[in-house]
Antibody, heavy 124, light 108 residues
Framework: QLVESGGGLVQPGGSLRISCAAS????????MKWVRQAPGKGLEWASY????????YYVDSVKGRFTISRDNAKNSLYLQMNSLRAEDTAVYYC???????????????????WGKGTTVTVSS | SYVLTQPPSVSVAPGQTARITCGGN??????VHWYQQKPGQAPVLVVY???DRPSGIPERFSGSNSGNTATLTISRVEAGDEADYYC???????????FGGGTKLTVV
């Protein structure tokens, strides 16, 4: 199970840190992702972190402003969001990643467990 | 970057079969995954690796993938299947996830 928290209303240019608490599985074994969904729009991956926390990736639109991190001892995932913009307004979901090669030449990568999401609204 | 194209909407009568397509260049060479999202809820994985179902997903949900089109098939559609459905692949050229734009399934 994944449970997000920390969303809210923030002014443009402000900061917010959202969290995701994991339970029911060995959190430290899994890569994790933040996926966001703007109002009335589709799904967009925002950030990725490896199981150890040593590798992080971001969608271009948030690079330099968002920082993903994790604390495996606390079974928790975080997203620090700075310099927030109106276009960052979205529901933010944390999701567990499954990846590998089921068949030669065919690599799979999907999200099998999702939290219920936390809403971030950037507005003055 | 890799683009996935889904029809914006599909309508089907209860008890009939719904087919939702996901188009992409040589998508048959990729592993395709499908998510169901009901209004106000988080996405749920319904098919992974083209045609496998997670535990708890009814057998009515199936997938196929060949050539330039992947398809999610929902047999014996029920009112509770009304939702948005998203396909997703891994774009190896950019090392990131790609989602289709989503298809709204309406049970009429």
């Amino acid at each position: 199970q994944l449970v997000e928290s920390g969303g809210g209303l923030v002014q443009p240019g402000g900061s917010l840190r959202i969290s995701c608490a994991a339970s029911g599985f060995t959190f430290s074994f899994y890569e994790m992702k933040w996926v966001r969904q703007a109002p009335g729009k589709g799904l967009e991956w925002a950030s990725y972190i490896s199981s150890s926390g040593s590798s992080m990736y971001y969608v271009d639109s948030v690079k330099g402003r968002f920082t993903i991190s994790r604390d495996n001892a606390k079974n928790s995932l975080y997203l620090q969001m700075n310099s927030l913009r109106a276009e960052d307004t979205a529901v933010y979901y944390c999701a567990r990643i499954r990846s590998g090669a089921a068949r030669p030449g065919k690599y799979y990568y999907y999200m099998d467990v999702w939290g219920k999401g936390t809403t971030v609204t950037v507005s003055s | 970057s890799y683009v996935l194209t889904q029809p914006p909407s599909v309508s089907v009568a209860p008890g009939q079969t719904a087919r939702i397509t996901c188009g992409g260049n040589n998508i048959g060479s990729k592993s395709v995954h499908w998510y169901q999202q009901k209004p106000g809820q988080a996405p749920v994985l319904v098919v992974y690796d083209d045609s496998d179902r997670p535990s708890g997903i009814p057998e009515r949900f199936s997938g196929s993938n060949s050539g330039n089109t992947a398809t999610l098939t929902i047999s014996r559609v029920e009112a509770g299947d009304e939702a948005d459905y998203y396909c997703q692949v891994w774009d190896s050229s950019r090392d990131h996830v790609v989602f289709g734009g989503g298809t709204k399934l309406t049970v009429v």
